[in-house]
């Protein structure tokens, strides 16, 4: 996946609502990089990590790979590890970073309004408590997935779209809360993880060996344990995962089809229409005609 932050001024309208998102971003940080990169922050989310920040919204962080540190005004200096979940709330000092030697994956959305004062006022979420331990979440990281991808389309009404989006998540996380419970049954992570991955990597598709580098498992017992909880290959699941992708940026955005073989992971345009086909029955092309007739 590609980093990406955008930071919206919410209008009249978007207020009225009541939920308002002012970022959404996902970053990769490589070890030993410099974090963070005010150069692609406005001044007004810059920090130092001597200095750290104060900001005026609401903020989720959700961190899906590597480890770091974060502290704030109203909690002492943790570890965050992949899997972790922050808040950041108004009005409260705090920083984080990941570590030097692993850096880290996180995805962020800022957000304000009436309804999510009244969610933080009703106790849901506490400045004394911020984290949530979540793990590798197929369904929050979907969910990210969606945010992002509805805030780079930009369709009329997408600040409703996107709030919906982010109740969503919240949501989630609040269900998990109540069900700390992950399990302890160590295959069924390891496929989960390998999910997670899986859809992580859409962009740039990652080798099943290279999974098998972060998965305590042999390639024949790991494909064996796929293909029973999911009821396919591990290769199949992986490609379903791209064309799956590719026929929603076909209905949702009006990206080329060459554009959209790029962002699925393909490096011939020939090779995608060719399988889009075989799993679809017509080609990307006219996919997004007949999807255009229905919407009609």
Known sequence: MLNFNKYLTPSAADEKWGFSITTVGYSKIDSHQAYPNNKEHPATHAFTWNKGRILDDYYLVYISKGRGTFESSETDARMVTAGTC?????????????????????????????????????????????FIDIGLNE????????????????????????????????????????????????????????????????????????????????????????????????????????????????????LSVNEIAYHTGFESIFYFSKLFKKKNGVSPKDYRSCSQVFAD
Do not use: C
């Open 86 to 130: 922050f808040f950041l709330f108004p009005g409260v000092w705090h920083r984080y970073k990941p570590e030097l030697q692993s850096g880290w994956e996180e995805y962020w959305i800022g957000f304000k309004g009436l309804y999510p004062e009244h969610l933080m006022a009703q106790g849901f979420f506490e400045k004394g408590k911020p």
């Open 139 to 254: 369904e929050i990281q979907k969910l990210f997935h969606r945010l992002l991808d509805s805030v780079k389309s930009s369709n009329p009404g997408y600040q409703q779209i996107v709030s919906g989006i982010t109740m969503e998540i919240l949501g989630l996380i609040n269900s998990i809360t109540l069900n700390k419970d992950l399990g302890n049954d160590i295959t069924g992570r390891s496929i989960t993880r390998a999910k997670f991955r899986m859809n992580e990597s859409i962009e740039n598709p990652i080798g099943i060996d290279q999974l098998l580098e972060e998965i305590p498992m042999s390639y024949s017992k790991f494909r064996q344990a796929f293909k029973k909880a999911t009821g396919l290959s591990p290769n199949q699941y992986y490609l379903d995962i791209r064309l799956n992708k590719a026929k929603e940026l076909l209905t949702s955005t009006s």
